[in-house]
Protein backbone atom coordinates (compact mmCIF):
# COMPACT_ATOMS: atom_id res chain seq x y z
CA UNK A 1 0.00 0.00 0.00
CA UNK A 2 1.18 3.73 -1.09
CA UNK A 3 0.62 4.69 2.72
CA UNK A 4 2.31 1.75 3.81
CA UNK A 5 5.43 2.45 1.59
CA UNK A 6 5.80 5.96 2.46
CA UNK A 7 5.18 4.93 6.35
CA UNK A 8 8.36 2.70 5.92
CA UNK A 9 10.12 4.96 4.43
CA UNK A 10 9.90 6.99 7.18
CA UNK A 11 10.72 4.73 9.99
CA UNK A 12 13.63 3.04 7.88
CA UNK A 13 15.16 6.83 7.66
CA UNK A 14 14.74 7.63 10.68
CA UNK A 15 17.00 4.26 11.82
CA UNK A 16 20.11 5.51 9.49
CA UNK A 17 19.68 9.21 10.72
CA UNK A 18 19.64 7.78 14.32
CA UNK A 19 22.87 5.34 13.67
CA UNK A 20 24.34 8.11 12.50
CA UNK A 21 23.97 10.46 15.84
CA UNK A 22 21.64 12.96 13.60
CA UNK A 23 18.69 12.47 15.81
CA UNK A 24 19.85 13.22 18.84
CA UNK A 25 19.18 10.19 21.89
CA UNK A 26 16.74 8.06 19.54
CA UNK A 27 17.40 5.18 21.71
CA UNK A 28 13.89 4.73 23.65
CA UNK A 29 12.02 5.72 20.30
CA UNK A 30 10.16 2.44 19.42
CA UNK A 31 9.51 1.75 15.82
CA UNK A 32 5.83 1.41 14.79
CA UNK A 33 4.76 4.39 16.53
CA UNK A 34 4.34 6.84 13.83
CA UNK A 35 1.26 6.58 11.92
CA UNK A 36 0.00 8.11 8.09
CA UNK A 37 -2.84 10.59 8.16
CA UNK A 38 -4.34 12.75 5.24
CA UNK A 39 -3.43 16.35 5.06
CA UNK A 40 -6.47 18.62 5.59
CA UNK A 41 -5.79 20.25 2.22
CA UNK A 42 -4.70 17.87 -0.77
CA UNK A 43 -2.49 19.93 -2.14
CA UNK A 44 0.13 19.90 0.49
CA UNK A 45 0.20 16.13 -0.10
CA UNK A 46 -1.37 12.52 -0.37
CA UNK A 47 -0.67 11.69 2.97
CA UNK A 48 1.47 13.00 5.77
CA UNK A 49 3.16 11.96 8.81
CA UNK A 50 3.27 14.24 11.92
CA UNK A 51 6.96 13.94 13.64
CA UNK A 52 6.68 16.51 16.17
CA UNK A 53 6.32 13.33 19.03
CA UNK A 54 10.24 12.57 18.32
CA UNK A 55 11.12 15.85 19.76
CA UNK A 56 11.33 14.57 23.26
CA UNK A 57 13.83 11.78 21.90
CA UNK A 58 15.98 13.96 19.62
CA UNK A 59 15.32 16.91 21.46
CA UNK A 60 15.47 19.23 18.02
CA UNK A 61 12.74 21.38 16.50
CA UNK A 62 9.84 19.19 14.94
CA UNK A 63 11.02 21.02 11.74
CA UNK A 64 14.38 20.28 11.57
CA UNK A 65 13.28 17.04 12.62
CA UNK A 66 11.41 16.49 9.75
CA UNK A 67 14.05 17.40 7.07
CA UNK A 68 16.62 15.38 8.80
CA UNK A 69 14.66 12.46 8.23
CA UNK A 70 13.45 13.33 4.17
CA UNK A 71 17.56 13.94 3.99
CA UNK A 72 17.75 10.06 4.70
CA UNK A 73 15.35 8.80 2.03
CA UNK A 74 15.61 7.29 -1.47
CA UNK A 75 12.55 9.82 -2.75
CA UNK A 76 12.59 7.75 -6.83
CA UNK A 77 10.17 10.58 -8.29
CA UNK A 78 7.82 10.69 -5.07
CA UNK A 79 7.92 14.24 -3.56
CA UNK A 80 8.39 15.07 0.11
CA UNK A 81 8.05 18.37 1.80
CA UNK A 82 8.04 19.77 5.21
CA UNK A 83 5.36 22.13 6.87
CA UNK A 84 6.02 22.23 10.96
CA UNK A 85 6.73 18.85 12.34
CA UNK A 86 4.66 17.32 9.21
CA UNK A 87 6.36 15.22 6.54
CA UNK A 88 3.85 15.37 3.33
CA UNK A 89 4.29 13.01 0.18
CA UNK A 90 2.64 12.90 -2.91
CA UNK A 91 3.19 9.99 -5.00
CA UNK A 92 4.96 10.01 -8.19
CA UNK A 93 4.20 8.18 -11.38
CA UNK A 94 6.25 5.27 -10.76
CA UNK A 95 3.81 4.39 -8.05
CA UNK A 96 1.10 5.29 -9.71
CA UNK A 97 1.25 3.25 -12.46
CA UNK A 98 2.49 0.61 -10.67
CA UNK A 99 -0.93 0.50 -8.78
CA UNK A 100 -3.11 0.25 -12.68
CA UNK A 101 -0.68 -2.36 -13.10
CA UNK A 102 -1.41 -4.36 -9.71
CA UNK A 103 -5.21 -4.09 -10.92
CA UNK A 104 -4.52 -6.11 -14.00
CA UNK A 105 -2.12 -8.37 -12.72
CA UNK A 106 -4.15 -9.38 -9.72
CA UNK A 107 -7.70 -9.08 -11.15
CA UNK A 108 -9.99 -10.45 -8.75
CA UNK A 109 -7.27 -10.72 -6.15
CA UNK A 110 -6.31 -7.44 -6.26
CA UNK A 111 -6.20 -6.41 -2.74
CA UNK A 112 -6.20 -9.45 -1.04
CA UNK A 113 -3.29 -9.00 1.40
CA UNK A 114 -0.50 -11.41 1.71
CA UNK A 115 1.16 -13.33 4.57
CA UNK A 116 -1.60 -13.14 6.80
CA UNK A 117 -2.31 -14.91 9.90
CA UNK A 118 -5.63 -16.82 8.58
CA UNK A 119 -7.98 -18.71 11.69
CA UNK A 120 -10.90 -21.17 11.01
CA UNK A 121 -13.83 -18.87 11.91
CA UNK A 122 -17.42 -20.07 12.18
CA UNK A 123 -20.42 -17.17 11.65
CA UNK A 124 -23.49 -17.22 12.89
CA UNK A 125 -25.94 -15.43 12.07
CA UNK A 126 -29.75 -14.44 11.66
CA UNK A 127 -31.01 -17.67 13.65
CA UNK A 128 -34.39 -16.74 13.72
CA UNK A 129 -37.28 -19.12 15.75
CA UNK A 130 -38.71 -20.82 12.40
CA UNK A 131 -42.43 -19.58 13.47
CA UNK A 132 -43.37 -17.40 10.43
CA UNK A 133 -41.75 -15.00 8.04
CA UNK A 134 -38.30 -13.05 8.50
CA UNK A 135 -38.61 -9.11 9.67
CA UNK A 136 -36.47 -6.38 8.05
CA UNK A 137 -34.13 -7.08 11.38
CA UNK A 138 -33.35 -10.83 10.06
CA UNK A 139 -32.99 -9.33 6.72
CA UNK A 140 -29.59 -6.97 8.39
CA UNK A 141 -28.22 -9.33 10.10
CA UNK A 142 -28.54 -11.67 7.16
CA UNK A 143 -27.18 -9.13 4.61
CA UNK A 144 -24.35 -7.91 7.06
CA UNK A 145 -23.48 -11.82 7.95
CA UNK A 146 -23.11 -12.49 4.24
CA UNK A 147 -20.87 -9.57 3.35
CA UNK A 148 -19.02 -10.39 6.18
CA UNK A 149 -18.41 -13.86 4.93
CA UNK A 150 -17.67 -13.10 1.73
CA UNK A 151 -14.93 -10.50 3.11
CA UNK A 152 -13.24 -12.55 5.40
CA UNK A 153 -13.15 -15.38 3.12
CA UNK A 154 -11.48 -13.11 0.49
CA UNK A 155 -8.87 -12.39 3.38
CA UNK A 156 -7.99 -15.32 3.51
CA UNK A 157 -9.85 -17.30 6.55
CA UNK A 158 -11.59 -20.17 6.42
CA UNK A 159 -15.18 -19.31 6.93
CA UNK A 160 -17.89 -21.68 7.67
CA UNK A 161 -21.27 -20.16 7.79
CA UNK A 162 -24.02 -21.37 9.95
CA UNK A 163 -28.08 -20.51 10.89
CA UNK A 164 -29.15 -21.83 14.72
CA UNK A 165 -32.56 -23.17 14.28
CA UNK A 166 -34.21 -22.16 18.06
CA UNK A 167 -36.31 -25.15 17.29
CA UNK A 168 -36.95 -26.46 20.89
CA UNK A 169 -38.30 -24.31 23.07
CA UNK A 170 -42.48 -23.30 23.81
CA UNK A 171 -42.74 -20.97 20.89
CA UNK A 172 -43.15 -24.29 18.61
CA UNK A 173 -45.95 -25.14 21.03
CA UNK A 174 -47.23 -22.16 19.99
CA UNK A 175 -46.82 -22.51 16.38
CA UNK A 176 -48.85 -25.60 16.94
CA UNK A 177 -51.89 -24.42 18.59
CA UNK A 178 -51.88 -21.30 16.04
CA UNK A 179 -51.97 -23.89 13.04
CA UNK A 180 -54.95 -25.47 14.91
CA UNK A 181 -56.58 -22.65 14.75
CA UNK A 182 -55.79 -21.78 11.68
CA UNK A 183 -57.33 -25.12 10.34
CA UNK A 184 -60.43 -25.11 12.36
CA UNK A 185 -61.35 -21.28 10.37
CA UNK A 186 -60.63 -23.26 7.39
CA UNK A 187 -62.84 -26.08 8.09
CA UNK A 188 -65.62 -23.44 8.80
CA UNK A 189 -65.56 -23.31 12.19
CA UNK A 190 -66.56 -20.20 13.88
CA UNK A 191 -63.30 -19.54 16.07
CA UNK A 192 -60.18 -17.28 16.42
CA UNK A 193 -57.74 -16.48 18.86
CA UNK A 194 -58.18 -14.95 21.74
CA UNK A 195 -58.94 -11.29 22.59
CA UNK A 196 -57.26 -10.95 25.80
CA UNK A 197 -53.97 -9.58 25.45
CA UNK A 198 -52.04 -11.64 28.00
CA UNK A 199 -53.57 -15.32 26.33
CA UNK A 200 -52.85 -13.88 22.88
CA UNK A 201 -49.57 -14.22 23.55
CA UNK A 202 -49.91 -17.75 23.51
CA UNK A 203 -50.60 -17.90 19.86
CA UNK A 204 -49.33 -16.20 16.66
CA UNK A 205 -52.43 -14.79 15.05
CA UNK A 206 -50.66 -14.01 12.05
CA UNK A 207 -52.19 -14.23 8.55
CA UNK A 208 -49.00 -16.36 7.34
CA UNK A 209 -50.16 -19.15 8.78
CA UNK A 210 -53.42 -19.19 6.88
CA UNK A 211 -51.34 -20.63 3.55
CA UNK A 212 -49.87 -23.16 5.78
CA UNK A 213 -53.29 -24.68 7.07
CA UNK A 214 -54.59 -24.74 3.37
CA UNK A 215 -51.24 -26.79 2.47
CA UNK A 216 -52.01 -29.26 5.54
CA UNK A 217 -55.75 -29.76 4.41
CA UNK A 218 -54.34 -30.68 1.05
CA UNK A 219 -53.16 -33.79 2.91
CA UNK A 220 -55.16 -34.28 6.17
CA UNK A 221 -58.42 -34.47 6.80
CA UNK A 222 -58.71 -32.49 9.64
CA UNK A 223 -56.57 -31.94 13.19
CA UNK A 224 -54.95 -34.62 14.16
CA UNK A 225 -54.86 -36.49 17.60
CA UNK A 226 -51.50 -35.45 18.45
CA UNK A 227 -50.87 -31.75 18.47
CA UNK A 228 -47.12 -32.40 17.81
CA UNK A 229 -47.97 -33.31 14.34
CA UNK A 230 -49.29 -29.89 13.63
CA UNK A 231 -46.20 -28.27 15.18
CA UNK A 232 -44.02 -30.48 13.03
CA UNK A 233 -45.72 -29.29 9.85
CA UNK A 234 -45.76 -25.39 10.74
CA UNK A 235 -42.18 -25.84 11.77
CA UNK A 236 -40.75 -27.67 8.62
CA UNK A 237 -43.19 -25.23 6.30
CA UNK A 238 -41.40 -21.89 8.03
CA UNK A 239 -37.99 -23.76 7.77
CA UNK A 240 -38.55 -24.67 3.52
CA UNK A 241 -39.99 -21.22 3.25
CA UNK A 242 -37.01 -19.26 5.69
CA UNK A 243 -34.22 -20.98 3.32
CA UNK A 244 -35.98 -19.94 -0.04
CA UNK A 245 -36.08 -16.63 1.14
CA UNK A 246 -32.26 -17.02 2.43
CA UNK A 247 -31.36 -18.46 -1.78
CA UNK A 248 -33.54 -15.41 -3.10
CA UNK A 249 -32.02 -12.95 -0.94
CA UNK A 250 -28.08 -14.62 -2.39
CA UNK A 251 -27.12 -15.81 1.37
CA UNK A 252 -25.77 -19.45 1.38
CA UNK A 253 -25.19 -20.96 4.77
CA UNK A 254 -22.95 -23.87 5.02
CA UNK A 255 -24.84 -25.19 8.19
CA UNK A 256 -28.56 -25.54 9.47
CA UNK A 257 -28.03 -26.59 13.18
CA UNK A 258 -30.81 -27.55 14.80
CA UNK A 259 -31.24 -27.06 18.76
CA UNK A 260 -33.65 -29.95 19.09
CA UNK A 261 -30.76 -32.16 17.90
CA UNK A 262 -28.67 -30.74 20.70
CA UNK A 263 -30.78 -31.57 23.21
CA UNK A 264 -31.17 -35.35 22.14
CA UNK A 265 -27.23 -35.87 21.76
CA UNK A 266 -27.11 -35.32 25.12
CA UNK A 267 -24.54 -32.11 24.81
CA UNK A 268 -26.99 -30.20 26.83
CA UNK A 269 -27.18 -32.40 30.01
CA UNK A 270 -23.00 -32.74 29.35
CA UNK A 271 -22.67 -29.45 29.64
CA UNK A 272 -24.64 -28.87 32.58
CA UNK A 273 -22.65 -32.04 34.40
CA UNK A 274 -19.24 -30.44 33.29
CA UNK A 275 -20.10 -27.47 35.42
CA UNK A 276 -21.32 -29.40 37.86
CA UNK A 277 -18.60 -31.33 38.16
CA UNK A 278 -15.81 -28.42 38.05
CA UNK A 279 -17.80 -26.59 40.84
CA UNK A 280 -19.45 -23.68 38.83
CA UNK A 281 -23.28 -24.87 40.05
CA UNK A 282 -24.95 -24.45 43.41
CA UNK A 283 -28.40 -24.76 44.25
CA UNK A 284 -30.77 -22.33 45.22
CA UNK A 285 -35.03 -22.25 45.29
CA UNK A 286 -34.78 -25.43 43.13
CA UNK A 287 -33.21 -24.59 40.68
CA UNK A 288 -29.65 -24.96 39.27
CA UNK A 289 -27.42 -21.57 39.05
CA UNK A 290 -24.18 -20.91 37.25
CA UNK A 291 -21.55 -18.95 39.12
CA UNK A 292 -21.01 -17.12 35.91
CA UNK A 293 -20.31 -13.73 38.46
CA UNK A 294 -17.11 -15.27 38.71
CA UNK A 295 -16.32 -14.49 35.34
CA UNK A 296 -17.24 -10.83 34.75
CA UNK A 297 -21.27 -10.83 34.87
CA UNK A 298 -23.08 -8.83 36.59
CA UNK A 299 -24.94 -11.87 38.32
CA UNK A 300 -25.46 -15.77 38.53
CA UNK A 301 -27.68 -17.21 36.16
CA UNK A 302 -30.54 -20.42 36.38
CA UNK A 303 -29.17 -22.99 33.71
CA UNK A 304 -31.83 -25.45 35.29
CA UNK A 305 -35.33 -24.31 36.61
CA UNK A 306 -37.40 -25.89 39.68
CA UNK A 307 -39.68 -27.80 37.16
CA UNK A 308 -36.45 -29.43 35.99
CA UNK A 309 -36.44 -27.94 32.42
CA UNK A 310 -33.55 -25.58 31.13
CA UNK A 311 -33.21 -22.26 30.37
CA UNK A 312 -32.46 -20.57 26.91
CA UNK A 313 -28.73 -19.87 28.33
CA UNK A 314 -28.19 -23.84 29.06
CA UNK A 315 -28.65 -24.84 25.58
CA UNK A 316 -26.58 -21.91 24.28
CA UNK A 317 -23.74 -22.93 26.41
CA UNK A 318 -23.69 -26.17 24.97
CA UNK A 319 -23.82 -24.84 21.59
CA UNK A 320 -20.85 -22.54 21.89
CA UNK A 321 -19.11 -25.40 23.84
CA UNK A 322 -19.95 -28.01 20.32
CA UNK A 323 -18.40 -24.87 18.23
CA UNK A 324 -15.19 -25.45 19.86
CA UNK A 325 -15.38 -29.12 19.88
CA UNK A 326 -15.83 -28.92 15.96
CA UNK A 327 -12.42 -27.12 16.05
CA UNK A 328 -12.93 -23.81 14.98
CA UNK A 329 -10.13 -21.20 15.90
CA UNK A 330 -12.88 -18.46 16.44
CA UNK A 331 -16.83 -18.17 17.06
CA UNK A 332 -18.49 -14.74 15.28
CA UNK A 333 -21.98 -14.18 16.23
CA UNK A 334 -24.34 -11.38 14.66
CA UNK A 335 -26.81 -10.49 17.51
CA UNK A 336 -29.41 -8.01 18.04
CA UNK A 337 -28.91 -5.08 20.68
CA UNK A 338 -31.23 -6.87 22.98
CA UNK A 339 -28.94 -9.47 23.55
CA UNK A 340 -26.34 -7.34 24.83
CA UNK A 341 -26.57 -8.43 28.46
CA UNK A 342 -26.30 -11.81 26.93
CA UNK A 343 -22.79 -11.58 26.33
CA UNK A 344 -20.98 -11.51 29.35
CA UNK A 345 -22.91 -15.30 30.51
CA UNK A 346 -21.84 -16.72 27.45
CA UNK A 347 -18.35 -15.77 27.57
CA UNK A 348 -18.83 -16.64 31.50
CA UNK A 349 -19.85 -20.13 30.45
CA UNK A 350 -17.15 -20.74 28.28
CA UNK A 351 -14.09 -20.08 30.36
CA UNK A 352 -16.23 -22.15 33.05
CA UNK A 353 -15.12 -24.96 30.76
CA UNK A 354 -11.78 -24.59 29.91
CA UNK A 355 -11.72 -22.25 27.02
CA UNK A 356 -10.31 -19.01 26.20
CA UNK A 357 -13.48 -16.62 26.29
CA UNK A 358 -11.72 -14.34 23.71
CA UNK A 359 -12.28 -16.77 20.93
CA UNK A 360 -16.10 -15.65 21.01
CA UNK A 361 -17.17 -12.38 19.33
CA UNK A 362 -20.19 -10.89 19.58
CA UNK A 363 -21.34 -8.04 17.08
CA UNK A 364 -24.58 -6.56 18.50
CA UNK A 365 -26.52 -4.56 15.94
CA UNK A 366 -29.31 -2.18 16.11
CA UNK A 367 -32.34 -2.23 14.94
CA UNK A 368 -34.16 -1.25 10.69
CA UNK A 369 -36.67 1.49 10.90
CA UNK A 370 -38.37 1.46 7.18
CA UNK A 371 -38.97 4.49 6.13
CA UNK A 372 -41.91 5.33 3.43
CA UNK A 373 -42.98 8.34 2.24
CA UNK A 374 -40.93 10.26 4.79
CA UNK A 375 -42.66 8.46 7.42
CA UNK A 376 -41.62 6.26 9.56
CA UNK A 377 -43.73 2.47 9.37
CA UNK A 378 -44.30 0.82 12.66
CA UNK A 379 -43.35 -2.97 13.17
CA UNK A 380 -45.80 -5.33 13.34
CA UNK A 381 -48.32 -4.45 10.95
CA UNK A 382 -48.21 -6.77 8.47
CA UNK A 383 -50.00 -4.56 5.35
CA UNK A 384 -46.99 -2.02 5.98
CA UNK A 385 -44.75 -4.23 4.28
CA UNK A 386 -42.58 -4.97 7.28
CA UNK A 387 -41.41 -8.38 5.88
CA UNK A 388 -37.89 -8.93 4.73
CA UNK A 389 -39.81 -10.44 1.71
CA UNK A 390 -41.91 -7.60 0.98
CA UNK A 391 -38.99 -5.33 1.16
CA UNK A 392 -37.37 -7.59 -1.59
CA UNK A 393 -40.39 -7.57 -3.65
CA UNK A 394 -40.63 -3.79 -3.75
CA UNK A 395 -36.97 -2.41 -3.90
CA UNK A 396 -35.21 -5.45 -5.27
CA UNK A 397 -32.46 -8.11 -3.67
CA UNK A 398 -29.64 -5.30 -4.91
CA UNK A 399 -30.60 -2.21 -3.23
CA UNK A 400 -32.03 -4.35 -0.09
CA UNK A 401 -28.44 -5.95 0.21
CA UNK A 402 -26.49 -2.89 -0.19
CA UNK A 403 -28.85 -0.46 2.03
CA UNK A 404 -28.92 -3.40 4.57
CA UNK A 405 -24.97 -3.15 4.72
CA UNK A 406 -24.18 0.86 4.51
CA UNK A 407 -24.09 1.77 8.18
CA UNK A 408 -22.45 1.10 10.94
CA UNK A 409 -23.79 -1.95 12.96
CA UNK A 410 -24.21 -0.45 15.92
CA UNK A 411 -26.46 2.75 14.20
CA UNK A 412 -29.90 2.31 13.57
CA UNK A 413 -30.25 2.38 9.88
CA UNK A 414 -33.00 4.36 8.21
CA UNK A 415 -34.49 2.26 5.31
CA UNK A 416 -36.25 4.52 2.92
CA UNK A 417 -38.26 2.75 0.29
CA UNK A 418 -38.72 5.69 -1.95
CA UNK A 419 -35.10 6.79 -2.54
CA UNK A 420 -33.89 2.86 -2.41
CA UNK A 421 -36.19 2.90 -5.59
CA UNK A 422 -34.67 6.18 -7.20
CA UNK A 423 -32.86 5.82 -10.40
CA UNK A 424 -30.68 8.57 -9.61
CA UNK A 425 -27.57 9.94 -8.10
CA UNK A 426 -29.44 10.37 -4.84
CA UNK A 427 -29.83 5.82 -4.41
CA UNK A 428 -26.40 5.07 -3.39
CA UNK A 429 -26.76 1.37 -4.78
CA UNK A 430 -27.96 3.17 -8.12
CA UNK A 431 -24.56 5.33 -8.00
CA UNK A 432 -22.31 2.71 -7.74
CA UNK A 433 -23.95 0.91 -10.40
CA UNK A 434 -24.30 3.09 -12.59
CA UNK A 435 -20.61 3.86 -12.72
CA UNK A 436 -19.89 0.33 -13.44
CA UNK A 437 -22.48 0.44 -16.36
CA UNK A 438 -20.79 3.49 -17.43
CA UNK A 439 -17.00 2.21 -17.45
CA UNK A 440 -19.04 -0.51 -19.80
CA UNK A 441 -20.11 1.62 -22.08
CA UNK A 442 -16.67 3.56 -22.36
CA UNK A 443 -15.52 0.56 -23.59
CA UNK A 444 -18.28 -0.80 -25.45
CA UNK A 445 -17.56 2.55 -27.23
CA UNK A 446 -13.87 2.54 -28.14
CA UNK A 447 -14.79 -0.61 -30.16
CA UNK A 448 -18.02 0.32 -31.90
CA UNK A 449 -18.48 1.94 -34.95
CA UNK A 450 -21.00 4.90 -35.35
CA UNK A 451 -24.15 5.49 -37.85
CA UNK A 452 -25.68 8.34 -39.06
CA UNK A 453 -28.72 7.59 -38.65
CA UNK A 454 -29.64 10.43 -41.44
CA UNK A 455 -26.77 9.82 -44.24
CA UNK A 456 -26.54 5.90 -43.22
CA UNK A 457 -22.43 6.89 -43.40
CA UNK A 458 -20.50 4.72 -40.64
CA UNK A 459 -17.53 6.24 -38.55
CA UNK A 460 -14.99 3.72 -38.14
CA UNK A 461 -14.28 2.62 -34.29
CA UNK A 462 -11.94 4.70 -32.18
CA UNK A 463 -10.03 1.55 -31.57
CA UNK A 464 -10.22 -2.13 -32.97
CA UNK A 465 -11.57 -5.08 -30.92
CA UNK A 466 -7.98 -7.07 -30.87
CA UNK A 467 -6.50 -3.31 -29.29
CA UNK A 468 -8.55 -3.43 -26.73
CA UNK A 469 -8.12 -6.53 -26.04
CA UNK A 470 -4.25 -6.58 -26.30
CA UNK A 471 -4.72 -3.14 -23.77
CA UNK A 472 -6.26 -5.65 -21.39
CA UNK A 473 -4.05 -8.62 -21.44
CA UNK A 474 -0.92 -6.98 -22.72
CA UNK A 475 -1.12 -4.08 -20.25
CA UNK A 476 2.25 -2.49 -19.09
CA UNK A 477 2.69 0.24 -16.47
CA UNK A 478 3.73 2.34 -18.87
CA UNK A 479 0.46 2.60 -20.85
CA UNK A 480 -1.16 4.74 -17.98
CA UNK A 481 1.24 7.26 -18.23
CA UNK A 482 -0.51 10.09 -20.72
CA UNK A 483 -3.26 10.13 -18.06
CA UNK A 484 -1.15 10.04 -14.99
CA UNK A 485 -1.84 13.54 -13.82
CA UNK A 486 -5.44 13.96 -14.76
CA UNK A 487 -6.67 10.50 -13.35
CA UNK A 488 -4.14 10.81 -10.06
CA UNK A 489 -7.14 10.80 -7.99
CA UNK A 490 -8.45 8.25 -8.94
CA UNK A 491 -5.65 6.22 -9.03
CA UNK A 492 -5.36 7.03 -5.27
CA UNK A 493 -8.81 5.97 -4.69
CA UNK A 494 -8.32 2.59 -6.62
CA UNK A 495 -5.01 2.15 -4.42
CA UNK A 496 -7.16 2.90 -1.27
CA UNK A 497 -8.43 -0.32 -1.95
CA UNK A 498 -6.48 -2.26 -0.70
CA UNK A 499 -5.91 -0.77 3.08
CA UNK A 500 -10.21 -0.74 3.45
CA UNK A 501 -10.28 -4.18 2.80
CA UNK A 502 -7.07 -4.50 5.33
CA UNK A 503 -9.21 -2.63 7.72
CA UNK A 504 -12.67 -3.84 7.49
CA UNK A 505 -11.70 -7.50 7.58
CA UNK A 506 -10.08 -6.66 10.97
CA UNK A 507 -12.83 -4.88 12.53
CA UNK A 508 -15.50 -7.10 11.08
CA UNK A 509 -17.29 -4.05 9.41
CA UNK A 510 -18.66 -4.27 6.02
CA UNK A 511 -20.41 -0.69 5.82
CA UNK A 512 -16.92 0.47 5.02
CA UNK A 513 -17.32 -1.52 1.51
CA UNK A 514 -20.56 0.90 0.47
CA UNK A 515 -19.12 4.05 1.57
CA UNK A 516 -15.50 3.04 -0.59
CA UNK A 517 -17.92 2.39 -3.79
CA UNK A 518 -19.74 5.12 -3.83
CA UNK A 519 -16.49 7.41 -2.85
CA UNK A 520 -15.07 5.23 -5.66
CA UNK A 521 -17.57 6.25 -7.84
CA UNK A 522 -17.65 9.10 -7.29
CA UNK A 523 -14.01 10.22 -7.90
CA UNK A 524 -15.09 8.20 -11.57
CA UNK A 525 -17.76 10.35 -12.05
CA UNK A 526 -15.82 13.02 -11.64
CA UNK A 527 -12.55 12.03 -14.07
CA UNK A 528 -14.94 11.37 -16.37
CA UNK A 529 -16.85 14.48 -16.68
CA UNK A 530 -13.29 16.18 -16.47
CA UNK A 531 -11.58 14.10 -19.28
CA UNK A 532 -12.90 12.91 -22.44
CA UNK A 533 -11.58 9.26 -22.62
CA UNK A 534 -12.25 8.26 -26.23
CA UNK A 535 -10.35 11.03 -28.42
CA UNK A 536 -8.10 11.37 -31.59
CA UNK A 537 -5.02 10.92 -29.75
CA UNK A 538 -4.76 6.90 -29.61
CA UNK A 539 -2.48 6.72 -26.58
CA UNK A 540 -4.00 9.27 -24.52
CA UNK A 541 -7.35 7.23 -25.23
CA UNK A 542 -5.19 3.82 -24.56
CA UNK A 543 -4.26 5.29 -21.05
CA UNK A 544 -7.58 6.45 -20.05
CA UNK A 545 -8.91 3.38 -21.34
CA UNK A 546 -7.08 1.79 -18.85
CA UNK A 547 -7.94 3.92 -15.87
CA UNK A 548 -11.95 2.96 -16.70
CA UNK A 549 -10.54 -1.06 -17.01
CA UNK A 550 -8.97 -0.80 -13.79
CA UNK A 551 -12.39 1.48 -12.27
CA UNK A 552 -14.91 -1.11 -13.65
CA UNK A 553 -12.34 -4.15 -12.25
CA UNK A 554 -12.75 -2.93 -8.84
CA UNK A 555 -16.09 -1.79 -8.64
CA UNK A 556 -17.01 -5.47 -9.73
CA UNK A 557 -14.50 -6.95 -7.18
CA UNK A 558 -15.94 -4.64 -4.35
CA UNK A 559 -19.50 -5.51 -5.34
CA UNK A 560 -19.29 -8.85 -5.27
CA UNK A 561 -18.44 -9.09 -1.97
CA UNK A 562 -21.32 -7.24 -1.30
CA UNK A 563 -23.48 -9.54 -3.02
CA UNK A 564 -25.01 -6.74 -5.34
CA UNK A 565 -24.91 -7.02 -9.36
CA UNK A 566 -22.81 -5.03 -11.49
CA UNK A 567 -24.88 -4.37 -14.51
CA UNK A 568 -23.20 -3.43 -17.82
CA UNK A 569 -26.21 -1.70 -18.77
CA UNK A 570 -28.74 0.43 -17.24
Not at 86 to 111: P, S
Not at 277 to 302: E, L
Not at 378 to 388: I, S, Y
Not at 424 to 448: G, K, M, T, W
Request: aromatic content about 10%; glycine content about 6%.
Amino acid sequence: MIKDYFLNNIENAIEKAAAENKLGEMKEYTKGTLTTERPKNSDFGDFAVNVSSLARYARMAPPQIANTIISYIDKDDNEYTVIGGFINFKAGKNLLKQTVKEIFDKDKNYGKPENVKTEKIILEYVSANPTGPFHIGHGRWAAMGSVLANLLKFYGHDVYQEFYINDAGSQIQKLGNSLAIRIRQELGEDVDFPTDELERKNYYPGDYLIPVAKKYLETHKGLPEDIQELCDFAKEYEERVQRELLEKFRVHFDNFYSELTLHKSGKVDECVQKLKNSGKIYQKDGADWFKSSDFGDDQDRVIKKADGSNTYLTADIAYHIDKLERGFDRMINIWGADHHGYVARVKASIEALGYNPDKLEILLGQLVNLVVDGNEVRMGKRKNMVTLDDLIDEVGVDATRFWMSMRNIDTTLDFDIELAKKNSDENPVFYVQYAHARACSILRNAVEEKINTETGEKTPAPLSKTELDELINSYTADTIIPTIESGKKLILKLEEYKSMIKTSAETRQVYTICRYVQELASEFHSFYNANRVISEDKELMKSRLALVIAVKKVLNNALDLLGVSAPERM
